[in-house]
Structures are given as C-alpha cells and as structure tokens.
C-alpha cells in the first residue's frame, strides 16, 4: 500500500519563496513519474512540473507549465522516492492547493497516487 505526502506550504508574501516537499512510502518498487499538480478555488487542477527518472539524472526529466517556467524548479531523490518544488518569485496567482502525483509508469494514468494537497497562499 502505497502513501503520498505533501508537506512544505504556508503563507507568504508576493515575491518570496517555499519549497513543497512529497514523499512516497509503503512501496519497494520506484516511481518513475512524481510530480505537482495544482488547483485554485472554483478552477480546474492543472500540471505544474514533473521529473521522469532517467539514467544518469539524479532528478530525471523535468518538464514545467508555461506559467511557472524560471521561477519553480523540481528536483527528486529516487533513493527516497521524494520530489521537491522549490517556488521561487512567487506571485498571488499562485495560490492554490498543491497536490503530488506519483506513477510506476512512464506517463500519468489512472492507476497514479495521489498525496492529501497543501495549502500555498501567496498575498500582495
């Protein structure tokens, strides 16, 4: 049985930063995909960044939305199966809850976990 849990977010001014951290337990068998996901009040849950592992990448593949390119940066321990968001620059529109979503395979699909979401709230 496999858990997902996010921890690192908070309240924080526009401009400042956090760092989201989740950790996959329960499970011997590496995640291939971890990534975030986010979703505002009355708006629908969007992809933020993503690492895909990789040999001879530490933190894998990454890939990130438009709107958080130059100011988020993921990275991961796969000897843990933990991923970071490192939130840099942050601005209102950022607020949301933050979710992971970590995949045995090589893309996302219904059979992926998900962690309970955290809270980031970012004020003008």
């Known amino acids: 049985q496999v858990q997902v849990v996010e921890s690192g977010g908070g309240l924080v001014q526009a401009g400042g930063s956090l760092r989201l951290s989740c950790a996959a337990s329960g499970s011997t068998f590496r995640m291939v995909i971890m990534g975030w996901f986010r979703q505002a009040p009355g708006k629908e849950r969007e992809f933020v960044a993503k690492?895909?592992?990789?040999?001879?990448?530490?933190?894998?593949?990454?890939a990130y939305a438009d709107s958080v390119k130059g100011r988020f940066t993921i990275s991961r321990d796969n000897a843990k199966n933990t991923v970071y968001l490192q939130m840099n620059n942050l601005k209102p529109e950022d607020t949301a809850v933050y979710y992971c979503?970590?995949?045995?395979?090589?893309?996302?699909?219904?059979?992926?976990?998900w962690g309970q979401g955290t809270q980031v709230t970012v004020s003008s």
């Open positions: 979503r970590a995949s045995k395979n090589g893309v996302y699909g219904p059979y992926d976990y």
């Open positions: 690492s895909t592992w990789n040999d001879g990448r530490n933190d894998g593949t990454t």
